[in-house]
């Protein structure tokens, strides 16, 4: 496997406890706290099944929100109950994580048996400010609470939670210091799947980086066209915005408002000097759309700027950008192309989506925002990969080492 992991058939598991980490972190509705879209809870699913077909005693770890995301936080009660709607077998949920009666708890199990433990993130080891502020190291964080009394209790330690693979957290790499460590099914495949997009992908290879998370487009956008993993990088959202600036062009005071308020301002000299670099390997918006007297309207970049704030691509651009994504062999799209949900900025999106759906190529997906455009627009089916991940797939595709990576090879040792 990549990276040099074990994986499940590396282990036999009947009769074995296995610790299992994995993310099922879902958006939740402000208020009620219910879950809106369960997606992560069914693509853990495949390795818990064969877990427990297998006879292993499984205790499902998970997190639900942080103090940063304050309104996704809240207990694993409802998703133990989503967890046995999608695997067809019973879920026991105790809401402890290592206390007495979780720990008593695992110690009952039998063959086959899963069991979900409290939200992880109920312990200040396990939240982002503690990762960032303490920054304890592995063999520290294996002697956390958590793991101190969970570990003894076990034979195997397996991470499914790709979306975590960025995040250094007791859970997640305090684990593999103590216990033998493999990768799960979904791990496993997201690892294969963006390592060869990353480093052999079919020519040519397009990505498509829009969207308002600037730092993530240019966290990888160095990487992927220095290694040549992308043959052209097609900008649109507020990327292109800030291209176009980077270019000379004049947007206009209400989308420089929206870029100062962002505090996007530094981007635009590295965008500059990525162009002066890169060339025409980069593609900027053409023409781009805004509000005017309640209706949209487009205009040639040549023609800015204008007193509204610029919401999408035009149609000249989409065109432009579709000839091209309709020869591509392989696609990655991270972000969406404008406002999309706004009915008047929705077709920029929408037309790149089915562009990307359409094309013969390998596409691939991932990110919170680009996730849910896909859906939106109803092509999540005709996609090649959606990956679960966000933060930890453009870190990934930047060539960053990643802490769950690095702990699972070295548990291989």
């Not at 406890?17 to 009620?32: A, F, K, Y």
């Not at 730092?215 to 043959?231: E, I, P, R």
């Not at 990327?239 to 530094?266: H, N």
Request: hydrophobic share 45%; charged share 25%; glycine share 8%.
């Amino acid at each position: 496997m990549a990276a040099n992991i074990r994986t499940l058939d590396d282990f036999q598991v009947r009769g074995k406890t296995v610790l299992l980490r994995v993310d099922i972190n879902c958006p939740v509705e402000t208020g009620t706290k219910r879950i809106k879209d369960d997606t992560r809870i069914r693509a853990s699913t495949p390795t818990i099944s064969e877990l427990a077909e297998k006879g292993a005693r499984v205790v499902v770890l998970a997190h639900q929100g942080d103090p940063l995301d304050y309104q996704n936080y809240t207990s694993l009660a409802e998703h133990a109950e989503r967890l046995s709607q999608a695997l067809k077998r019973p879920i026991v949920f105790v809401d402890d994580v290592c206390g007495p009666a979780a720990r008593e708890r695992i110690r009952a199990l039998r063959d086959g048996e899963i069991l979900l433990l409290e939200n992880v993130r109920y312990h200040t080891e396990e939240t982002i400010i503690f990762e960032k502020q303490v920054a304890l190291p592995p063999a520290e964080q294996a002697r956390t609470p958590v793991v101190a009394k969970l570990a003894p209790l076990a034979q195997l330690f397996v991470c499914d939670a790709f979306a975590c693979v960025h995040r250094s957290q007791p859970t997640l790499v305090g684990f593999p210091e103590i216990l033998p460590s493999a990768a799960g099914r979904l791990f496993q495949k997201e690892l294969e799947t963006l390592t060869r997009v990353r480093e052999k992908p079919e020519k040519p290879c397009v990505f498509v980086l829009g969207g308002a998370k600037i730092l993530d487009a240019f966290a990888m956008m160095q990487t992927v066209l220095d290694n040549g993993s992308a043959d052209q990088i097609l900008t649109t959202g507020l990327v292109g915005q800030i291209f176009l600036l980077a270019a000379g062009i004049r947007l206009g005071e209400p989308s420089m408002k929206v870029i100062r308020d962002l505090k996007l301002e530094p981007f635009i000299p590295i965008a500059a000097e990525l162009m002066k670099k890169f060339g025409g390997r980069i593609l900027c918006p053409t023409d781009v759309a805004f509000e005017k007297e309640g209706r949209r309207a487009e205009a040639a970049v040549a023609e800015l700027p204008v007193n509204s704030a610029v919401k999408d691509i035009g149609h000249r651009t989409l065109n432009r950008y579709s000839e091209i994504l309709a020869g591509a062999r392989t696609l990655f799209m991270n972000g969406p192309a404008g406002v999309y949900e706004q009915p008047l900025f929705a077709e920029g999106t929408r037309g790149i989506w089915e562009a990307v759906a359409g094309s013969k190529g390998f596409s691939l997906i991932g990110g919170g925002d680009t996730i849910a455009a896909a859906k939106r627009f109803k092509v999540s089916d005709r996609i090649s990969y959606i990956c679960t991940a966000g933060g930890g797939l453009i870190l990934f595709m930047s060539g960053v080492k990643l802490p769950v990576v690095e702990a699972l090879a070295k548990a291989r040792k």
